[in-house]
């Protein structure tokens, strides 16, 4: 199968350098083609602006997913924007890896999705009418694809427990997981997450790295996170709220956890 992995740090040598390495090698040995886009190393561009979208008019007001809909539509974005959407078009499973910074990922990465994830290929597809709010959350350009977030923080992990002071880590990467790679299709696996990073030593590293190795194993076979599925019944339409007496007991963000 085929494997993308989205790598956002700046230093080859850091922990996040050496999990990178390791799941080459281990998705490698295990008769993969893997690809890596390494964000740093590339000098990928983190902002979307202007520069984006040469082929719009000299002087005219940008209207951002306007201009990315005629870009994706005619062919004129960037080439650096268009490889990446050829790679995600080649992958089974993408991987996003990132330490977290500040509660989230990495600018870089943020704006790899800002740029990459284009109207008309990763959002504003499918039918917009009063029945139906496009193919999106379960359907779109990556159903049938696999993605899984390979992350480190340097809290610990009751920090980001139900009652930890950082909020759950669920709850913290929903807009990733949920906004922004079920929203294009994506089949999304539980995370991999690695706590007090800081404190890491040999033997650690090795347990890690074997527990990393076996969900990697299972990449293909593993339960995805049961997200609710827009055009699937659940949801009123078109207020796209989910329907009164689903999601008994549950509150919040969790509500959209079948
Ligand atoms: P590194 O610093 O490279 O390494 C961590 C440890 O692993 C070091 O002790 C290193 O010696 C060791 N190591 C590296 N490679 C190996 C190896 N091959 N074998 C054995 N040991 C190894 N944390 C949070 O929890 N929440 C936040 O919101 C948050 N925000 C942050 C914002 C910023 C801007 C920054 C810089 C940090 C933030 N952090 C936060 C901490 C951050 O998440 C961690 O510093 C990061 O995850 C550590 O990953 P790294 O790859 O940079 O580790």
């Known amino acids: 199968m085929n494997i993308l992995i989205v790598f956002a740090h700046p230093e080859p040598r850091s922990l996040n350098g050496a999990l ?4 080459v090698a281990t998705l490698t040995a295990a008769g993969h ?12 561009k983190a902002t979307l602006d202007g520069a984006d979208f040469p082929a719009e008019p000299e002087g005219a007001r940008l209207q951002l997913t306007d201009a990315s809909h005629r870009a994706f539509a005619s062919g004129a974005q960037t080439p650096d924007v268009a490889e990446e959407q050829r790679r995600l078009l080649w992958a089974h499973a993408v991987i996003l890896q990132f330490p977290l910074w500040w509660f989230s990922m990495p600018a870089i990465l943020k704006g790899w999705v800002e740029r990459v994830f284009a109207h008309g290929f990763a959002y504003g597809v499918g039918e917009h009418s009063d029945r139906r709010w496009g193919d999106r959350y379960g359907e779109g350009v990556f159903a049938g694809k696999r993605a899984m977030l390979v992350l480190t ?16 880590m669920d709850d913290l990467l929903f807009p990733i997981q949920h906004g922004i790679l079920f929203y294009p299709g994506f089949s999304v696996l539980e995370p991999f997450v690695v706590y007090r990073a800081e404190r ?5 590293f090795r347990a890690i790295t074997t527990d990393l190795d076996r969900r990697l194993e299972r990449l293909f076979v593993e339960e995805p996170i049961p997200y609710r599925r827009q055009n699937h019944g659940d949801y ?18 969790r509500l959209h956890r079948a």
């Not at 990178?20 to 799941?23: L, V, W």
Request: hydrophobic share 35%; glycine share 16%.
């Open 33 to 44: 083609d893997v690809l890596v886009s390494d964000l740093y190393a590339q000098g990928w």
């Open 153 to 168: 923080a340097g809290g610990w992990v009751e920090h980001y427990a139900e009652r930890g002071i950082n909020g759950p």
């Open 236 to 253: 009123e339409i078109p207020s796209m709220r989910l329907k009164e007496g689903l999601g008994a007991g549950k509150q919040g963000l």
């Open 200 to 204: 890491m030593n040999e033997e650690r």
């Open 20 to 23: 990178r390495d390791r799941m």
